[in-house]
C-alpha cells in the first residue's frame, strides 16, 4: 500500500509533465501578442536622432562586418555602432528581425535584410522607408528593385548574387566543345564527354533541389530560362502556362533520365559544391562564392580545370534568380540619425570593394564590376555583372513563407515523380492566387 | 478564516488532538508560515508555467490581423478575437498536403506522422531498452564501460544528433555505404520516417534501458534462485518474474518516452528539414505556423497537442497504471468504503498535479 500511492503518483506527475511542457513551450512562441505595429498611421521618421545603435546581421564568416564597423565609429564621435551577430540561417535571422521588432528593441538600428524580405519587412513595419536624399546612383537596378516596395525605398542593397553555370574546363576542352547556352547543348555536351570518360562517377548537372528556398531559386530559373513567368508584370500570378511547364518539365526529365543525379533532389548549395570540387560533376549551378572554394580549397581536384559561364536557359536565354542583401533601418531604432550614416557608409565604394575582397559578395556598384584589382581576385566578375543584370526576382509578397512554401510543394512533388508538371503548376496557379492579389 | 486570524500566535497544539487538527489545517497557526515557504515555489512555477500556458490559451482564441492595404500596401498590425476559430478550422480543410497518408489538411497530416512515429519509436525503444537493461544488470568484466556506452546516445543533445544522423543518411553518407545502395533517407520520401525512427531509437533506448535497470536492481535475487530450484527456463524466469517485477519502472520509463516523443521536434526539423509533409509532426507545425506570424493558430495547434499528450497519458495512467496498483484488495477496500472518486475530479486531479509535478 505504501509503495502503491508513490508509484501512481509518480505517472500522474510525469505525464501532466510532458504535457505541461507542450504547452508552455509554445506559449513562449506564441504568447508575444503585441502588435506588430502597421506603418499606415506612422508619422514621419525621425533621421537626424544621433547616439549609439546596433548593426544586425548573420555570422561574420570574414571577419570584415567589425573591420568596417571600427572604421565607421573612428571617423563618427556622435554615435558608435556594434556589431549584434545572428545565426548564419537565414530563417533564425528573420525570425529574430521579426521577433525584436514586436517588442520595439529600439537598440536594433541597422538590419540586413534577405532580397525576398523586402514586402514584409516593410508591410509589416519592420524596417522603416528611406528618406528621400538618400541615393542609389550607380546601383544595379535589379537590387534596387528588390529594395523597393509600393514605388519607396526601404533601405540600400548592400550585397547581390547572381546564378552561375561551373563548368569543367578541363573536359569541354578535351572534346572540342565550348560552354553551353541552352539545356540541349548542356545535353549533348554531358553525351559526349560521359562516353568517352567512361567514369560512372562523373555526374552531368546540378543544381539545389532539396525542399528549401533553394529549389525556389532553381524553379524560378527553370521557368523564366523557357520564357514563362511567375507573377506577370501587372502583378498577378501566371505560372500554369505552357512555357513555365516546359521548364519544370526539363527538369523533371532531366532527374529522370540521370542527366541530373538522383541524389540532387537532397541537396543544397553545399552538397553541390562538395561534388563539383570532387569532379562528380561536369556542370554545377552555383553561386559566386564557389569560385574561391573550387579554386583553393585543399580537398579541391579541380583546381585550374575549371571555368564559369552565365547560366543555360532551356529554350530562351538563361535567366538567374536574384539573390543578395539589403541594409535597412529598423522602424523602432531609437537613434535613425547614426544608422542612416552607417548605412551610407558601408555603400561607398570603398567599403563595397573591402567587403567583395574578403567575402567574395559580389558588390552592387556597377562601377567595380571593372575594378583591376577584384577582376584579377575574381575573374568571374563580368559574367557575373551580366548575371545579376538580367536576373529577375522571386516573387515579391507579404507572406513569403507561404508563397515560397507553395513553390516549394509543387516543384519538389514534380521532380519526386509524384504529380505531373502541369498538374503541379495548375495547383500552384490556384494557391498563388491565395497569396499574391 | 477568522480563528486563524484571530489566533496566530496561539501555541501548536499537542499531539493528543493531532486527529483534530487534520480537519481543519489551516487554523492550526503553521498554515501562514507553509503558505510563505512555498511561495517563492509556487510564483515561479506561475512565472515560467502558469502565465506562459494562459497566455498561449488567450492567443488560441486570436489571429493577427494580415490584410493589406491596397495602396500604401502596408498590414494595418494587432491581431482581433477571433473566438473558436483557430480550432474549427482545424476541420475546414484548408490546407491540403500530400503525405505518407494521401492528401489531406496539413494539421491531420501532421497528428499522423506525430501518433505513428511515436508508436514505432516507443515500441522499438521498449524493446531494446529493455535488453540493454538486463545486459547491463549482469555481472562481467568491463560491465562499467558497457553502462557508459550505452548511455553515451542519451548524453548528447537532440539537435546535435540530429545533425550526425543527417550526415549518416546523407545520399553518399554511411548508412548507403553499408547497405550498398542509394536510398535518399533524406528527400522526404517513405525512408525519411525509418530515419526518424532508427535516430530517435538509437538516442533514447538508453533512457528506457537506464530506468528498468533501476528497476532490475530492485529485484531480489532470491526469488531468482527459487525458480531455479523450481526448474524455471531463462524464459520462464523472464516472463513470470523480471518483466512483473520490473513493470512499475517500465511502465513510467514508457510513459515518458510517449509523452516526449508526441511533442518531437528536433530530428524532423534538424535531420529531415522543414516543409517535409511526410515527417512533419505536430510540433513542427506549429512551429512553422508560429515563425510565419500566424501565432493564434499555431497555439492552437499546441493546444490540440497538449490535450493529446494529455489523454494519451491519463489513459497511460487508467490501463497501464491501474495495473500497477491491481491488487484486488486496494479495489475492494475502496468500493467498499465507497471513496473511487468520480470521473471529473480524477481528471482535475491530474490537472491539479500537472501544476504541481511540472517543477
Not at chain 1, 548592400?158 to 572534346?175: C, E, M, Q, V
Not at chain 1, 579554386?295 to 583546381?303: E, L, R, V, Y
Amino acid at each position: 500500500m505504501t509503495f502503491v500511492r508513490p508509484a501512481r503518483r509518480v505517472l500522474i506527475a510525469a505525464a501532466s509533465m510532458s504535457a505541461l511542457f507542450v504547452a508552455a513551450a509554445c506559449g513562449g512562441g506564441g504568447g508575444g501578442g503585441a502588435p506588430a505595429g502597421g506603418g499606415s498611421s506612422a508619422a514621419a521618421a525621425d533621421f537626424t536622432k544621433q547616439g549609439d545603435t546596433e548593426f544586425w546581421a548573420g555570422k561574420d564568416t570574414s571577419g570584415n562586418t567589425q573591420n568596417l564597423i571600427d572604421q565607421f565609429n573612428a571617423q563618427h564621435p556622435n554615435g558608435k555602432v556594434t556589431f549584434h551577430e545572428l545565426p548564419d540561417n537565414a530563417d533564425q535571422q528573420r525570425q529574430q528581425m521579426v521577433q525584436n521588432a514586436q517588442i520595439k528593441n529600439a537598440k536594433m538600428g541597422v538590419v540586413s535584410m534577405d532580397v525576398v524580405w523586402t514586402a514584409e519587412f516593410a508591410a509589416k513595419g519592420i524596417v522603416e522607408a528611406m528618406p528621400p536624399d538618400v541615393s542609389t546612383a550607380g546601383m544595379l537596378k535589379p537590387t534596387v528593385d528588390a529594395a523597393t516596395y509600393f514605388n519607396k525605398l526601404y533601405g540600400l542593397p548592400s550585397t547581390s548574387d547572381g546564378g552561375l553555370l561551373y563548368y569543367r574546363k578541363d573536359l569541354l576542352d578535351k572534346y572540342g566543345l565550348k560552354p553551353p547556352t541552352t539545356f540541349d547543348e548542356m545535353k549533348a555536351a554531358c553525351d559526349k564527354i560521359t562516353a568517352g570518360e567512361k567514369d560512372s562517377k562523373l555526374g552531368c548537372f546540378a543544381g539545389q533541389y532539396n525542399k528549401y528556398e533553394g529549389l525556389t531559386v532553381n524553379f524560378d530559373e527553370a521557368v523564366h530560362g523557357a520564357g514563362g513567368v511567375i507573377v506577370g508584370d501587372d502583378g498577378k500570378p501566371n505560372v500554369a502556362t505552357p512555357e513555365a511547364t516546359k521548364g519544370l518539365s526539363t527538369l523533371v526529365d532531366w532527374f529522370k533520365d540521370g542527366h541530373i543525379p538522383k541524389a540532387a533532389i537532397t541537396w543544397q548549395e553545399e552538397n553541390g559544391r562538395t561534388a563539383f570540387q570532387h569532379g562528380e560533376l561536369i556542370f554545377h549551378r552555383n553561386w559566386g562564392y564557389v569560385y574561391n572554394h573550387a579554386a583553393s580549397d585543399k580537398d579541391s581536384t579541380i583546381k585550374g580545370k575549371f571555368d564559369v559561364a552565365p547560366l543555360p536557359g532551356i529554350t530562351g536565354p538563361g535567366v538567374s534568380s536574384l539573390g543578395g542583401h539589403t541594409f535597412a533601418i529598423a522602424k523602432y531604432a531609437e537613434n535613425k540619425g547614426t544608422a542612416l550614416d552607417f548605412l551610407k557608409y558601408v555603400s561607398s565604394p570603398e567599403a563595397q570593394k573591402s567587403n567583395t575582397l574578403a567575402t567574395s559578395n559580389s558588390p552592387v556598384l556597377e562601377s567595380l564590376y571593372s575594378d583591376p584589382d577584384l577582376i584579377k581576385k575574381f575573374p568571374f566578375m563580368p559574367i557575373q555583372l551580366k548575371s545579376i543584370q538580367t536576373a529577375k526576382p522571386r516573387p515579391k509578397a507579404v507572406e513569403y513563407g507561404d508563397v515560397t512554401l507553395a513553390i516549394q510543394d509543387a516543384a519538389y512533388g514534380a521532380l519526386q515523380g509524384q504529380t505531373q508538371p502541369d498538374a503541379a503548376l495548375q495547383a500552384l496557379q490556384a494557391k498563388l492566387q491565395t497569396l499574391i492579389k | 478564516m477568522a480563528t486563524a486570524t484571530a489566533e496566530p500566535r496561539s501555541l501548536p497544539a499537542t499531539g493528543a488532538d493531532g486527529h483534530k487538527h487534520k480537519k481543519n489545517a489551516l487554523s492550526d497557526g503553521q498554515g501562514r508560515l507553509a503558505w510563505i515557504l512555498l511561495a517563492p515555489t509556487l510564483i515561479i512555477i506561475a512565472v515560467v508555467a502558469g502565465i506562459p500556458v494562459i497566455l498561449s490559451f488567450w492567443e488560441s482564441f486570436h489571429q493577427t490581423n494580415s490584410g493589406v492595404d491596397p495602396t500604401t500596401g502596408l498590414v494595418a498590425g494587432g491581431s482581433k478575437f477571433v473566438g473558436l476559430q483557430n480550432f474549427t478550422d482545424i476541420f475546414a480543410g484548408a490546407n491540403p498536403v500530400t503525405g505518407s497518408y494521401g492528401t489531406m489538411d496539413r494539421f491531420w497530416n501532421a497528428f499522423l506522422n506525430t501518433t505513428f512515429i511515436t508508436i514505432v519509436c516507443v515500441l522499438l525503444e521498449t524493446v531494446i531498452g529493455v535488453a540493454m537493461a538486463l545486459i547491463m544488470a549482469k555481472a562481467f568484466r568491463g560491465r562499467g564501460l558497457v553502462r557508459a556506452g550505452i548511455l553515451v546516445p542519451w548524453a548528447i543533445p537532440t539537435i546535435v544528433s540530429a545533425l550526425m544522423w543527417k550526415l549518416i543518411f546523407d545520399s553518399s553518407g554511411i548508412m548507403n555505404r553499408i547497405l550498398g545502395r542509394e536510398i535518399l533517407w533524406l528527400a522526404d520520401s517513405g525512408a525519411s520516417f525509418w530515419a526518424i525512427v532508427i535516430a530517435d531509437t538509437w538516442k533514447t533506448a538508453p533512457f528506457i534501458g537506464l530506468l528498468t535497470l533501476a528497476g532490475l536492481q530492485t529485484i531480489p535475487a532470491e526469488v531468482y534462485e527459487a525458480a531455479k530450484v523450481d526448474g524455471a527456463t531463462t524464459w520462464q524466469q523472464f516472463v513470470r518474474i523480471t518483466l512483473p517485477m520490473v513493470k512499475p519502472a517500465l511502465v513510467v520509463a514508457v510513459l515518458f518516452r510517449t509523452l516526449d516523443t508526441l511533442r518531437m521536434f528536433d530530428l524532423p526539423y534538424g535531420m529531415i528539414g522543414a516543409g517535409k509533409y511526410r515527417v512533419e509532426t505536430l510540433s513542427v507545425f506549429a512551429y512553422q505556423e508560429a515563425s510565419q506570424s500566424r501565432y493564434g493558430p499555431a497555439a492552437a495547434y499546441a493546444i490540440v497537442l497538449f490535450l493529446y499528450v494529455l489523454l494519451v497519458a491519463f489513459l497511460f495512467v487508467r490501463v497501464l497504471g491501474a495495473e500497477v496498483i491491481g491488487d484486488a484488495d486496494v479495489q475492494k477496500k475502496k468500493k467498499k468504503k465507497g471513496e473511487r472518486p468520480p470521473e471529473e475530479a480524477r481528471v482535475e486531479a491530474v490537472m491539479g498535479e500537472a501544476i504541481g509535478g511540472a517543477h
